[in-house]
């Protein structure tokens, strides 16, 4: 893959920075993110000890991956098996508060996204800087029906995003998303990516999105995750997505 494939990957799929702390809210916070993060699973999120998943994704003609994930939300430590921007094999085990060399930079900046497409409506609700407006009934963008358009967006206090970076969530009636559109904001021609968000599992408390299709820029866009699992507070033993 060539160096402007993969700088046009990153810039279209990379959802921003974890952030998991209660900061002071931001000025615009509709009452709906709540509902949403509660269907989501996030007054049970403290039971989780452990997530894998496998984050598979491709862009007709421009990209192709498969990124096999273990986190550790409470600790931190994460591992990752797959391949470097060069496709060589690579299975690397870091704690996020201590990335001091390439190959963790690299597998932590595809966790980074690849989490945010497993858990973005948790991280809308988290990342407390985020501007959250609901805009009320809106045709879906593909297919039949309307749902509640949250937009979620982002400004320059945030580090690593680019201001104006917008996250588009249609929401049914039962407070899932069922479409997303990405606004890459700060180019002259911003990226844009649209994408369903169908495959409903759970695991354990965690309410998962495994498939999404659409475009990115007008390329066909297809991701899904395989293999979800969680391992609950006092026990060993992986729990399924089903």
């Not at 990752?80 to 094999?89: A, I, Q, S, V, W």
Request: proline share 4%; glycine share 10%; aromatic share 12%.
């Amino acid at each position: 893959m060539t160096n402007v494939s993969r700088v046009t990957m990153i810039r279209i799929l990379a959802f921003g920075v974890l952030v998991f702390t209660s900061t002071s809210w931001a000025q615009s916070r509709a009452p709906i993110l709540d509902q949403i993060a509660k269907t989501y699973g996030v007054d049970s999120f403290g039971q989780v000890e452990a997530i894998r998943y496998t984050w598979n994704g491709e862009i007709t003609g421009l990209f192709k991956a498969s990124r096999k994930w273990e986190w550790e939300p409470k600790t931190g430590k994460v591992s990752y098996e797959g391949k470097d921007k060069d496709g060589k094999p690579v299975n690397v085990t870091y704690m996020r508060s201590q990335i001091n060399d390439d190959a963790k930079k690299q597998a932590d900046a595809g966790f980074t996204n690849d989490n945010y497409w497993l858990l973005f409506p948790l991280h809308a609700y988290w990342d407390t800087s985020a501007t959250v407006t609901d805009e009320g009934m809106k045709k879906l963008p593909a297919g039949a029906g309307s749902a509640t358009l949250v937009s979620v967006k982002y400004g320059a206090e945030l580090g690593g995003y680019t201001p104006g970076d917008t996250w588009d969530l249609y929401v049914g009636k039962d407070n899932r998303v069922e479409y997303l559109i990405f606004h890459h904001g700060g180019d002259k021609k911003p990226s844009l990516v649209k994408a369903t968000w169908t495959g409903y599992k759970k695991a354990g408390p965690l309410l998962i999105s495994t498939e999404h299709r659409g475009n990115a820029d007008g390329k066909p866009l297809h991701i899904f995750m395989s293999d979800v699992a969680v391992k609950l507070t006092g026990s060993d033993k992986w729990v399924n997505a089903q």
